[in-house]
């Protein structure tokens, strides 16, 4: 399938389009708002690719273009770029899978906080932005970008995943399943995504307060 | 030193009890609101030890009975009988670290959900409840029972544990680090509480979403 990475041109997004393109067949499209931005990106994760042998199917677009023809789009920006960011693509979301990996932290002399946005999670501001039929899954909240990117790390990380429609969330797992050393889990529905979410602010405090732990993932057993 | 777990008698109280009797030389004093059910339990748990060879030092009692000479006392009660408890042993807390593992959750037909009380945090709750030179650190929120309480269990799990005092932080840290399988892990203030006790709905609605997961932990790296 066609995966677009809407701001995929840095934090996860770099990590997760160069994790697709080598553990998958699946074309991915990195998006940005601005398409020299986006093809400078991708120009570079194609790079890194065919150093490590592999020839992958990366190319560069303005957001919706990037969108336009995706299966999956995922909305890889910050947690305050992420409405301005779907409402900029949604003629395009057509028969698409729309995935929201961001999470809303505050900081404070204490630690990162979770700071969820009025309706309850980010997860769910993404349903508010996106039109009422396409299907919103929660996916990649918990993961640390910088470790992400870096293709030598064995991550042998757990991803819950969350979502009301089935079928939209079973296209995210098994896409997850098929990356290297990660496994997706089913974490319910988008009502559990608060849950998902607040463990990023955690994974921060816990790399921030012990000295050996940094990029910090989680597993589950 | 001495270690009461007031709750002790039930849900991790026993897997408490049970653990630092069999990895440290602690004495552990099981305490209820009934005396009765306290000294029932306490040599429940000498008699599993003894089955494995293990002499512990362990006794029941009405629980400010079990904190009053305590170093450390655990409350390992559901979070709505947790204030209550802890004002029933509040007297009795002098020199004492307070340990407070509940969380506040709430079921609906999504799964559970993470429900703090408007203080922030059921180990905020804790504060409130205890006296104020009462140092109070939260520690094993998220730890499953069950499993917690199966000494054949290798759970290689970690424990973050939060608190403002250092010191009462670092007694906690040390006798985590002592039970086999366990990690302590430091996750900062009471502050940042919210994000260690909403964990634990996450691990129930994984373990309740995936066929092979049950009775998780969580490991961070």
Redesign the interface.
Request: charged share 15%.
């Given at each position: 399938m066609q995966i677009a990475l809407l701001g995929g041109t840095g934090d996860i997004g770099e990590g997760l389009a160069l994790r697709i393109a080598r553990d998958t067949d699946h074309e991915v499209r990195i998006g940005s708002r601005e398409t020299e931005k986006a093809e400078s990106a991708a120009a570079e994760y194609r790079e890194e690719l065919d150093d490590r042998g592999v020839e992958a199917t990366i190319t560069g677009h303005e957001n919706p273009e990037a969108a336009a023809p995706a299966d999956l789009v995922v909305a890889a920006v910050p947690a305050y770029y992420l409405s301005d960011t779907i409402e900029a693509v949604s003629d395009h979301l057509d028969n698409s899978v729309l995935v929201s990996p961001a999470v809303g932290m505050q900081r404070?002399e204490?630690?990162l906080?979770?700071n969820p946005p009025g309706v309850g999670s980010v997860t769910a501001l993404a349903v508010q932005a996106a039109p009422d039929d396409v299907p919103v899954v929660g996916a990649f909240h918990n993961l640390a970008a910088a470790k992400l990117a870096d293709l030598d790390a064995e991550l042998?990380w757990d991803v819950?995943v969350v979502g009301d429609d089935e079928e939209a969330k079973a296209t995210v797992i098994d896409l997850t399943a098929d990356l290297e050393t990660l496994r997706a889990?089913?974490?319910?529905?988008?009502?559990?995504a608060?849950?998902?979410e607040?463990?990023t602010?955690?994974?921060i405090?816990?790399a921030?307060?012990?000295e050996d732990?940094h990029d910090?993932?989680?597993?589950?057993?």
């Open positions: 404070d204490d630690g906080h979770y042998n819950p889990l089913d974490a319910g529905p988008l009502a559990n608060p849950e998902v607040s463990l602010p955690l994974l405090n816990l921030a307060n012990n732990l910090l993932g989680v597993k589950f057993w």
